[in-house]
């Protein structure tokens, strides 16, 4: 069976170019032949030549893989995000893999269409950039397809989690402002209902424990880890705690926070 590519040349036609089968064509494009340098080289110079570009799809049905990955972000606009999703990207186009992106926008019921929509389009894996959905149902996921997550630790033989303690790095941060004097700092957490915010915030308290500050519940605001927060972040905000100094989540809100600042606010710092 002919395998049309997406430009218009066909499997046989390069099959033709190299002095090689159809099906040896076939097999090197999938990773599974067995041959010679040669033979790879002279496909590979044919593939170039014509231009030649494997239909997906076609491929998929015929080898059961897309060679697509799915990765879920919560906030895809979000410069704290950033620098993870270009990082994924590059490594998954040099390993053959083209990458779909979705936004679960902090709702579970977005997450869940967007992984709805991943899963429609065959992909051979999901990637989610931190979560909101539920670690029962994070699991059943993982047994229909391999799953990688991050911010959170799960048991699952196809799910693989890469977690992070986020208490020291809040706790640093805090002890920053406290050492520059100030003692009623305001402290800008992620979304309660989240691990990696969880722990941020105990980190911030931790801090306060340690130098013996009182705690003020009025003074920790929940935030969402978007750029958006640091509209919070505004002299009127600020003026209304009676606070010297704030510890964002995030670098959006950093740079929101100090283009609006007054003299009466002077201490930030990442948490």
């Given at each position: 069976m002919?395998?049309g590519?997406?430009?218009?040349v066909?499997?046989?036609?390069v099959a033709?170019?190299a002095g090689v ?25 044919a ?8 239909n ?15 990765v879920v972000?919560q ?7 950033g620098?993870?999703l ?5 490594a ?26 991943l899963v429609?389009r065959?992909v051979?894996?999901?990637i ?7 670690d ?7 047994r229909?397809?391999?799953v ?8 699952g ?7 992070t303690?986020?208490v020291?790095g ?14 009623r ?12 915010a969880?722990?941020?915030l ?11 500050i ?24 600020l003026?209304?705690?009676?606070s010297?100094a704030?510890c ?8 929101r ?9 002077r201490?930030f710092?990442?948490?």
């Amino acid at each position: 069976m002919a395998d049309g590519g997406e430009g218009g040349v066909t499997l046989e036609q390069v099959a033709r170019e190299a002095g090689v089968s159809p099906s040896t064509v076939s097999r090197i494009l999938n990773g599974t032949a067995n041959v010679r340098d040669a033979k790879v080289r002279a496909v590979q110079a044919a593939i170039a030549k014509l231009r030649f570009m494997p239909n997906a799809a076609a491929r998929a049905l015929a080898g059961g893989r897309s060679m697509s990955i799915g990765v879920v972000i919560q906030a895809i606009d979000s410069p704290f995000y950033g620098e993870a999703l270009a990082a994924i990207e590059k490594a998954l186009l040099r390993a053959g893999y083209s990458v779909l992106f979705v936004s679960g926008r902090w709702r579970e019921d977005d997450e869940r269409r967007g992984i709805d929509h991943l899963v429609s389009r065959r992909v051979d894996g999901i990637i989610l950039v931190t979560s909101c959905l539920p670690d029962a149902e994070l699991q059943r996921l993982s047994r229909a397809l391999p799953v990688v997550l991050t911010g959170r630790a799960l048991p699952g033989e196809r799910l693989h989690c890469l977690d992070t303690d986020a208490v020291p790095g809040a706790r640093l941060a805090t002890e920053h402002l406290i050492a520059q004097g100030h003692s009623r700092i305001a402290f800008i957490s992620g979304p309660v209902d989240h691990p990696d915010a969880r722990q941020r915030l105990e980190g911030y308290r931790a801090a306060l424990r340690a130098h013996r500050i009182p705690r003020v519940p009025q003074l920790v605001v929940e935030g969402d880890y978007s750029d958006a927060c640091g509209t919070a972040l505004t002299p009127e905000f600020l003026k209304s705690l009676s606070s010297t100094a704030v510890c964002p989540p995030a670098t959006g809100p950093v740079k929101r926070a100090r283009a609006r600042s007054t003299e009466g606010t002077r201490g930030f710092a990442d948490g």
